[in-house]
């Protein structure tokens, strides 16, 4: 699942959870790795990771940016997520570590 979210925009609880229906919906029977491909800047409140990580089905998160700001604020992120999370500078690599992860679970 790759989500590109809009300038400026906060994630929060309400954001999360539309996403979260979106891949329990889409994604009922199969694990799935959550990319957030960060070609805007917005912000994400960290707290949603504590709903987040009990998603059926997700076995992964993963952030890429080419910017630096936004690489430090998902190694923050990282720290409320207890599934594997990577960032990456490029979506061939955050593809690649993705199948890994589908291909082991």
Do not use: C
Request: glycine share 2%; aromatic share 14%.
């Amino acid at each position: 699942m790759v989500t590109i979210i809009k300038e400026g925009v906060h994630v929060d609880k309400s954001q999360n959870e539309a996403l979260i229906k979106i891949a329990e919906e889409y994604y009922t029977d199969q694990p799935f790795v959550y990319i957030s491909y960060r070609i805007n800047s917005y912000s994400v409140n960290p707290n949603i990771y504590t709903r987040t990580v009990k998603t059926k089905n997700l076995i992964g998160f993963a952030v890429v940016s080419y910017d630096y700001k936004a690489k430090k604020n998902a190694q923050i992120e990282k720290l409320f997520l207890k599934k594997p999370f990577e960032i990456f500078t490029n979506l061939d690599d955050a593809f690649n570590w993705a199948d890994k992860l589908v291909s082991k679970s």
